[in-house]
């Protein structure tokens, strides 16, 4: 599975839209972008994924460059309870391998 | 519906104990596997499994057994604890197939002491 680059850390204002970097350039074609969040110690929750195009659900959008050598996760409207480690990870979808390997992810604190 | 349930959520050893951290999920999921998190860092595989009778190890299995007679009990076994196996113990499962995302289970905080 590839690598990821995510800064350690970032804050942004509540209400206000976190934009959250990652870059993962050996990405290869069957790789899935698949982003998680971590809030204080419990387990680790799944936000969003995707392969090469945008995606958006309720929590998040996430926009993937053209090559797929970066993606951006994008929090709209943060709030206090969106203060968490967030980790992007690549894997491939499919096959038997679903394993998920973490990096340090970065950690987002939501200021008042 | 559950999801993924772990026990106990606190646990302390003495060095050289043994223990057993159980995992069960109710989703039918195919794959399951057991990571750990040291403070500070992002999770790391300890072993996972594809289905039941089949298990691999992952990125640090040493000190760890596992076992899947079940396709819904996934135990991670510590036959001789060690200080260095003071974490947390996190289980996840996944659906087999396209698209698909993991479900993690609370943690088990273990200390070794």
């Known amino acids: 599975d590839a690598k990821t680059t995510q800064p350690p850390s970032m804050d942004c204002a509540e209400g206000r839209a976190a934009n959250l970097p990652c870059n993962h350039s050996?990405?290869?074609?069957?790789?899935?972008v698949y982003w998680y969040r971590q809030i204080h110690s419990q387990g680790p929750q799944y936000i969003i994924h995707?392969?090469?195009n945008n995606e958006t659900n309720e929590m998040a959008s996430l926009i993937i460059t053209e090559d797929r050598k970066s993606s951006t996760l994008i929090l709209p409207h943060a709030t206090l309870r969106d203060t968490a480690v967030y980790y992007c990870?690549?894997?491939?979808?499919?096959?038997?391998?679903?394993?998920?390997?973490f990096g340090s992810g970065t950690r987002l604190l939501v200021r008042p | 519906n559950a999801g993924v349930t772990q026990t106990p959520k606190f646990q302390v050893l003495k060095t050289g104990q043994s223990m057993t951290l159980q995992c069960a999920q109710d989703?039918?999921?195919?794959?399951m596997s057991w990571y750990r998190q040291d403070p500070g860092m992002g999770l790391r595989l300890i072993h996972y499994?594809?289905?039941?009778?089949?298990?691999d190890q992952g990125e640090v299995p040493n000190g760890y057994n596992v076992s899947r007679s079940t396709t819904e009990d996934f135990p991670l076994r510590l036959l001789s604890a060690a200080p260095s196996q003071t974490s947390v113990y996190f289980c996840?499962?996944?659906?087999?197939?396209?698209?698909?995302?993991?479900?993690f289970g609370q943690g088990t905080r273990l200390t070794v002491v």
């Open positions: 989703m039918n999921h195919e794959y």
């Open positions: 499994s594809v289905g039941a009778g089949i298990t």
């Open positions: 050996t990405i290869s074609g069957n790789e899935y």
């Open positions: 996840a499962s996944v659906a087999v197939g396209l698209n698909t995302e993991a479900f």
């Open positions: 995707g392969l090469k």
């Open positions: 990870i690549v894997r491939v979808v499919g096959g038997s391998s679903y394993k998920l390997i």
